[in-house]
């Protein structure tokens, strides 16, 4: 990314898509999810906090992979944790 967001953000060069519509985690545990995200670093896809669990940012605090990608079809943004930067792609 060469514009927009923090320098998380611009540090991203190629946008890691989902290899499934599902919460890795949430699989595991028989939950449900409200919408998905796909980690910038690792490229795991979990659920949003508008999910009861949270996957996602709880992942970013315990792992320090800062950037996320919405994995939801049609939307194009990126969003950084540590500095609360979104940019779209």
């Not at 995200?37 to 659920?47: A, D, K, N, P, S």
């Not at 990126?78 to 609360?84: G, W």
């Amino acid at each position: 990314m060469s514009d927009g967001g923090c320098d998380h953000i611009r540090g991203i060069g190629d946008v890691k898509h989902e290899k499934a519509r599902q919460c890795e985690e949430c699989i595991k545990i028989g939950a449900r999810w409200v919408h998905l995200r796909t980690c910038q670093t690792c490229g795991v896809t979990l659920c949003c906090d508008s999910s009861p669990n949270k996957h996602a940012s709880k992942h970013a605090r315990t792992s320090a992979h800062p950037v996320i990608a919405s994995a939801e079809p049609g939307e194009r943004w990126l969003y950084c944790y540590p500095d609360d930067a979104f940019a779209e792609y």
